[in-house]
Every structure is written in structure tokens, then in C-alpha cells.
């Protein structure tokens, strides 16, 4: 399971408060319990305690062996700085279907374009995180897909990436942090990823 620095222009200012350190003034879609949008609310306060129903997405990348690409938070991320978690993860801009968002975000982190992208459903969670005290109530947009090209992720955004198999994956689980969602939206989209990797994969 090697594990890969981020490296960039930008790594020295990867953990400065003028960067990341503090949460960019972004309006994210506020939902129902059906995923029906009712509204719009700045980022930071949808996650403020006891946090607002939002819409969001979590993606999930694997390699032609069928490992799972995960990142490693950079530092200076406002919320959950420093913990392993899914390919990539964020929140649509109102009006932005969530498939577009979530390929715009993978470049935007990784550098890299998916070779292949599909939706796998959809989850609801409150996930507070003892961290930051911040809260998690998101409605989810699920995807996963194939990766064929090296990541090149931006360091502001991650510190680390690595490919696991699931084995990899349950000692990293066991020894290191990971996102308070981690596990809620990988068992959500366990169907899809099997469907997409095959059963010798083991996921």
C-alpha cells in the first residue's frame, strides 16, 4: 500500500490560515428528507451545530486491480483536517447537478478526470465530528468509477493519497483517523463498487 505526498507549487501553503485554514464563503443547497431543495445557506453555518440538511457527494475511484484511491485531508483543511477519507467528497453549487459537481471536483483535487463515473445511490446521515464540533447532515449523491491516469492532487486540498485493497484498508481504519462519513458512505455504495470491480476485488 504505498502512500503519496502531495507535492506542488502550493505545499508550503497548504496549512496557512490565509488559504484553508478558514472556510471559503460558499453557498451549498439545503434539502429535505426526500433530497428536494428548499433553499441555500453559506457553508460554514449549514455546519455549524446541529447542522442543516444539505445536498452533497462522495466519490469513489479504483484502479484496474480494483483498489480504492483514497486521500488523506491536508492540514490546513478547516473541517476534518488530517484524516483519511474517500477518492473525493464536496457539495454542488445550487443549481449544479451533483454528477457535474463531482467530476469538477475530482479535477479540482486531483488533477485527473475520471475514465469512468456512475451513480450509486444515494445516503442520509448526521455525522457530528468530535474534532471540530462541526456537524455532517447531508443528503449524499454517491458515485464510483474507474481511474486511469496518476493523481496529482493539490496539496491545499490533500496531504496523502494511496490505492488500498480492502484488506489494506480495514489496518489503515485500525491504526489511523478517518473522516466521521467515511464508513456510511462506503457500506451505501458497496453494491455499486462490487458491481463496478468484480468479485475478486473482495469489496
Known sequence: MPITP??????????SPATNGSPESIMLELVDEDGTTIGTAE???AHLAPGQLHRAFSVFLFDAQGRLLLQRRA???Y???????????????PGEPPFVAASRRTGEELGVAPALLGEAGTVRYNHPDPASGLVEQEY??????????T?????REIGETAFVTPDELAKLHAEGPF????????????????????????W
Not at 493523481?151 to 496539496?155: H, I, S, T, Y
Not at 466521521?180 to 455499486?192: E, I, N, Q
Open 6 to 15: 502531495a507535492s506542488g507549487p502550493s505545499a508550503e501553503t497548504a496549512a
Open 43 to 45: 457553508k460554514l453555518s
Open 75 to 77: 492540514l490546513g483543511k
Open 79 to 93: 473541517h476534518s483536517p488530517g484524516v483519511w477519507s474517500n477518492t473525493c467528497c464536496g457539495h454542488p453549487y
Open 140 to 149: 449524499n449523491h454517491l458515485f464510483v468509477g474507474l481511474l486511469k491516469d
Open 151 to 155: 493523481p496529482r492532487p493539490d496539496p
Open 179 to 202: 473522516s466521521a462519513w467515511f464508513m456510511t458512505v462506503l457500506d451505501a455504495a458497496r453494491p455499486a463498487i462490487r458491481e463496478l470491480t468484480g468479485a475478486a476485488a473482495g
